[in-house]
Protein backbone atom coordinates (compact mmCIF):
# COMPACT_ATOMS: atom_id res chain seq x y z
CA UNK A 1 0.00 0.00 0.00
CA UNK A 2 1.08 3.47 -0.81
CA UNK A 3 2.11 5.37 2.54
CA UNK A 4 3.51 8.91 2.94
CA UNK A 5 5.33 9.22 6.90
CA UNK A 6 5.82 13.31 8.05
CA UNK A 7 8.50 13.75 10.59
CA UNK A 8 10.46 16.48 12.04
CA UNK A 9 8.24 18.70 13.41
CA UNK A 10 8.28 20.79 16.64
CA UNK A 11 8.31 23.52 19.23
CA UNK A 12 10.56 25.90 17.61
CA UNK A 13 11.22 30.17 18.81
CA UNK A 14 10.99 32.65 15.78
CA UNK A 15 14.13 32.38 13.78
CA UNK A 16 14.95 28.83 14.17
CA UNK A 17 14.89 26.09 11.81
CA UNK A 18 13.10 22.74 10.96
CA UNK A 19 13.72 20.07 8.53
CA UNK A 20 10.59 17.80 8.02
CA UNK A 21 11.01 14.87 5.89
CA UNK A 22 8.21 12.94 3.39
CA UNK A 23 9.53 9.07 3.74
CA UNK A 24 7.75 7.22 1.21
CA UNK A 25 7.05 3.85 1.23
CA UNK A 26 4.99 1.31 -1.73
CA UNK A 27 5.78 3.43 -4.47
CA UNK A 28 9.16 5.72 -5.58
CA UNK A 29 8.68 9.40 -5.03
CA UNK A 30 10.59 10.23 -7.52
CA UNK A 31 8.01 9.50 -10.10
CA UNK A 32 5.41 11.50 -8.50
CA UNK A 33 5.40 15.43 -7.95
CA UNK A 34 5.91 15.88 -4.40
CA UNK A 35 3.73 19.13 -2.78
CA UNK A 36 3.88 20.45 1.00
CA UNK A 37 0.51 21.77 1.82
CA UNK A 38 -0.34 23.41 5.71
CA UNK A 39 -3.21 24.36 7.74
CA UNK A 40 -3.49 26.71 10.32
CA UNK A 41 -6.21 26.95 12.57
CA UNK A 42 -8.75 27.96 11.45
CA UNK A 43 -7.27 28.38 8.24
CA UNK A 44 -7.79 26.43 5.09
CA UNK A 45 -5.18 24.36 4.07
CA UNK A 46 -2.59 26.18 1.60
CA UNK A 47 0.00 25.24 -0.71
CA UNK A 48 3.79 25.69 0.79
CA UNK A 49 6.06 24.08 -1.92
CA UNK A 50 6.56 21.31 -3.98
CA UNK A 51 8.66 19.37 -6.42
CA UNK A 52 8.14 17.52 -9.36
CA UNK A 53 8.96 14.46 -11.01
CA UNK A 54 11.51 16.14 -13.04
CA UNK A 55 13.67 17.96 -9.78
CA UNK A 56 11.87 20.91 -10.45
CA UNK A 57 10.90 22.92 -7.41
CA UNK A 58 8.08 25.52 -6.77
CA UNK A 59 7.12 28.03 -3.48
CA UNK A 60 4.81 29.62 -2.16
CA UNK A 61 5.42 33.59 -1.77
CA UNK A 62 5.52 33.40 1.63
CA UNK A 63 8.37 30.55 1.52
CA UNK A 64 10.58 31.18 -1.65
CA UNK A 65 13.05 33.05 0.29
CA UNK A 66 13.12 31.17 3.80
CA UNK A 67 12.01 27.47 2.65
CA UNK A 68 13.94 24.62 0.48
CA UNK A 69 12.41 21.32 -0.98
CA UNK A 70 14.47 18.73 -1.81
CA UNK A 71 14.89 14.97 -2.72
CA UNK A 72 16.82 12.20 -1.99
CA UNK A 73 16.21 9.24 -4.19
CA UNK A 74 18.12 6.66 -2.23
CA UNK A 75 16.40 7.26 0.87
CA UNK A 76 12.97 7.93 -0.99
CA UNK A 77 12.23 10.87 1.22
CA UNK A 78 11.46 14.61 0.40
CA UNK A 79 12.70 16.81 2.95
CA UNK A 80 11.79 20.60 3.78
CA UNK A 81 14.53 22.33 5.06
CA UNK A 82 12.50 25.70 6.98
CA UNK A 83 14.76 28.29 8.04
CA UNK A 84 13.64 32.04 9.76
CA UNK A 85 10.39 30.75 11.33
CA UNK A 86 7.54 32.74 12.48
CA UNK A 87 4.94 32.79 14.25
CA UNK A 88 2.25 32.80 11.26
CA UNK A 89 4.27 29.39 9.95
CA UNK A 90 2.55 27.45 12.90
CA UNK A 91 0.84 24.94 11.66
CA UNK A 92 0.57 21.30 10.45
CA UNK A 93 2.12 20.46 7.86
CA UNK A 94 1.07 17.51 5.17
CA UNK A 95 3.28 16.37 2.51
CA UNK A 96 1.03 14.73 -1.05
CA UNK A 97 1.69 12.73 -3.93
CA UNK A 98 0.25 12.98 -7.18
CA UNK A 99 0.65 13.45 -11.26
CA UNK A 100 -0.83 17.32 -11.57
CA UNK A 101 0.04 18.60 -14.73
CA UNK A 102 2.14 21.16 -12.48
CA UNK A 103 3.26 20.43 -9.04
CA UNK A 104 1.95 23.98 -8.07
CA UNK A 105 -1.56 22.30 -8.10
CA UNK A 106 -4.54 22.79 -5.89
CA UNK A 107 -4.61 19.65 -2.96
CA UNK A 108 -7.82 18.13 -4.56
CA UNK A 109 -4.87 17.16 -7.64
CA UNK A 110 -3.16 14.78 -4.63
CA UNK A 111 -3.75 11.68 -4.57
CA UNK A 112 -2.29 10.25 -1.20
CA UNK A 113 -1.40 12.15 1.88
CA UNK A 114 0.49 11.73 4.80
CA UNK A 115 -1.49 12.19 8.49
CA UNK A 116 0.72 15.89 8.58
CA UNK A 117 2.91 16.91 11.61
CA UNK A 118 2.85 19.71 13.67
CA UNK A 119 5.02 22.81 13.28
CA UNK A 120 4.55 25.57 16.47
CA UNK A 121 6.98 28.86 16.29
CA UNK A 122 6.18 30.23 19.46
CA UNK A 123 8.51 32.41 22.06
Known amino acids: QLQLVESGGGLVQPGGSLRLSCAASGFTLGSYSIGWFRQAPGKGREGVSC???????NYAASAKSRFIISRDSAKNTVYLQMDSLKPEDTAIYYC?????????????????WGQGTQVTVSS
Open 51 to 57: ISSSGSP
Open 96 to 112: AAGFPVKCEAAEYEYDY
